[in-house]
């Protein structure tokens, strides 16, 4: 046997026992956290033009943005679905007196809908009540009593709008900028743009509740950047994070022994093939051990006192309601802790929090089921922004509440359906609101026509939306880059403006 035959055997041998190790030392770190560790795919060990290209950084260690920023946080509220905004945000007096009315076939024509049919489809008034709330005189349903209380540091978008119909498209857009799988979300753009502030905890975290979002964990991914800035799924009872604790009979010295084996089998590794996976991989096997003390302190509520526990709601029933898009029973507390958990996370340095809910998707039973999603949502939200107002973090804090898109002024005439009930998807004008954060409140921005089909002024894309959110953080979305695939591409796109008017 040759030389080089003998060292390629040998290379091989050490790979898969080096493999074999690594799995068995991760028994007890988490599936959350292995997916992290094991499948990192790359990321910077060392700072653009830093001589010191063999040593291994943090990946998720603080960096500095392009100009100050506003915020340092962001408690991103996904409903996904798609809330009604004509019954929410956007009231239309024109609408109700045109109910069962139809619309021009010219403003239809050329109009793709998930649902309705067209030709004999009426317009659906709403029965919701608005009313001023404030100083600022923010006008909002009585489906939102407790949010009315929060007007004047709401920033109220009724002019959003966005290029798919269908939901796990617009979802994608509304998270990752495009409509198209492996594209990394907003939440892993500002952690690679800015890494995080927590030691103990991931830099991006997701919450859910409901039935779970149709477009699952693309709507957390890293895309093509590394996949340490991934949102890592979190429970908010029970063990936070499946398989984090360790086996029964392994002693934490020991775990941290093996550890310690496993960095210098790393590091060695790292310093023969330079692979920049190698930093992503030890930075999460640390950032795992130290979260199995970490997370479980922070979903122990046991120390928020009683008034804090009963702003957000924390143990209030669901009502008893026939609907089948809410999530099955438990959710009024599962989004109330969901939310508390969110100012316990940002108190702790975490970068992102998302906070999923599904569904909101009233094709039908509108009425009942968005009182019982708002009953479940008003409370908690607005409890959070008062939370963290109080506590000096709304200021650094930027508060979102957003579907993927609306719901059409057209009610739902789906063949099989005995009523009009509900409205079909709209995405060409709905709302969004936004707190904290360095933003304005206070104010309603965009206007839509007396019907809510169309944005008649101050029109906002996605990619507007997001630019200006990165731009709260101190980052120009023109300049947040990652090269791939001989393209430095972008959260924006090819598109994005900063709408300087919303910031205070």
């Known amino acids: 046997m040759n030389h080089d035959l003998h060292d390629l055997l040998a290379?091989?041998?050490?790979?898969?026992?080096?493999?074999?190790?690594?799995?068995?030392?991760g028994y007890g770190l988490g599936m959350a956290a292995l997916s992290q560790l094991l499948a990192a795919d790359g990321v910077s060990a060392a700072p653009a033009g830093s001589k010191d290209s063999g040593s291994l950084l943090n990946p998720l260690a603080p960096k500095p943005p392009h100009f100050a920023p506003k915020a340092k946080h962001c408690i991103f509220i996904f409903l996904e679905g798609g809330p009604s905004q004509l019954d929410l945000f956007d009231p239309k007096p024109k609408l109700n007196e045109l109910n069962g009315k139809p619309l021009p076939y010219s403003l239809t024509k050329e109009?793709?809908?998930?649902?309705?049919?067209?030709?004999?489809?009426?317009?659906?008034?709403?029965?919701?009540?608005?009313?001023?709330?404030?100083?600022?005189?923010?006008?909002?349903?009585?489906?939102?009593?407790?949010?009315?209380?929060?007007?004047?540091?709401?920033?109220i978008v009724r002019s959003m709008h966005t290029d798919q119909f269908n939901h796990h498209p617009a979802q994608l857009t509304l998270h990752s900028g495009r409509s198209f799988f492996g594209l990394p979300t907003a939440g892993a753009w500002l952690n690679y743009g800015l890494g995080s502030e927590s030691q103990d905890?991931?830099?991006?975290?997701?919450?859910?509740?409901?039935?779970?979002?149709s477009g699952g964990a693309s709507l957390w991914q890293s895309g093509f950047l590394p996949s340490v800035y991934a949102g890592v799924l979190f429970r908010n009872q029970g063990e936070p994070v499946l398989n984090l604790t360790n086996p029964a009979g392994l002693p934490a010295d020991l775990?941290?022994?093996?550890?310690?084996?496993?960095?210098?089998?790393?590091?060695?590794?790292?310093?023969?093939?330079?692979?920049?996976?190698?930093?992503?991989?030890?930075a999460s096997y640390e950032l795992a051990f130290r979260m199995q003390s970490a997370a479980p302190d922070l979903i122990d509520l046991s120390k928020e006192d009683r008034q804090t526990l009963d702003m957000y709601g924390t143990e209030r029933d669901d009502p008893k309601?026939?609907?089948?898009?809410?999530?099955?029973?438990?959710?009024?507390q599962a989004f109330a802790k969901n939310c508390l958990l969110a100012r316990r996370l940002v108190e702790r340095g975490v970068r992102f929090?998302?906070?999923?809910?599904?569904?909101w998707d009233h094709h039908s039973n509108l009425d009942t089921e968005l009182t019982a999603n708002t009953g479940m949502a008003d409370q908690p939200v607005a409890a959070l922004i008062q939370d963290?107002?109080?506590?000096?973090?709304?200021?650094?804090?930027?508060?979102?509440?957003?579907?993927?898109?609306?719901?059409?002024?057209?009610?739902?005439?789906?063949?099989g359906f005995g009523a009009v009930t509900g409205r079909d998807h709209h995405p060409y004008a709905f709302s969004l609101f936004m707190a904290g954060g360095g933003l304005k409140g206070g104010m309603t921005y965009g206007e839509t026509?007396?019907?809510?089909?169309?944005?008649?002024?101050n029109p906002v894309h996605i990619n507007d939306w997001h630019a200006t959110m990165l731009h709260l953080f101190g980052l120009n979305h023109l300049k947040l880059t990652h090269r791939f695939q001989g393209l430095d591409a972008r959260l924006t796109g090819v598109g994005g403006k900063v709408i300087h008017d919303w910031i205070a």
């Not at 290379?11 to 030392?25: D, E, P």
């Not at 309601?321 to 009024?332: D, H, T, V």
């Not at 026509?449 to 002024?457: F, L, P, Q, Y």
């Open 11 to 25: 290379q091989r041998q050490t790979a898969a026992s080096r493999r074999y190790f690594l799995q068995s030392a």
């Open 111 to 155: 109009v793709r809908f998930a649902f309705i049919k067209k030709e004999s489809a009426v317009l659906l008034g709403s029965q919701r009540k608005f009313a001023k709330h404030g100083k600022s005189g923010q006008e909002l349903s009585d489906l939102l009593p407790h949010l009315s209380k929060c007007a004047d540091d709401m920033l």
């Open 201 to 213: 905890l991931p830099g991006y975290v997701v919450l859910s509740a409901g039935r779970g979002t």
């Open 255 to 282: 775990q941290r022994l093996g550890l310690d084996a496993v960095r210098e089998l790393n590091d060695t590794r790292y310093q023969t093939a330079h692979d920049p996976e190698i930093a992503s991989r030890i």
């Open 321 to 332: 309601i026939k609907a089948s898009r809410g999530g099955g029973p438990g959710q009024y």
């Open 353 to 359: 929090v998302q906070i999923n809910h599904a569904s």
């Open 388 to 415: 963290l107002k109080q506590r000096g973090l709304l200021d650094e804090t930027l508060v979102v509440w957003a579907g993927e898109f609306g719901r059409t002024p057209l009610g739902e005439n789906r063949q």
């Open 449 to 457: 026509d007396e019907i809510g089909w169309s944005i008649v002024k």
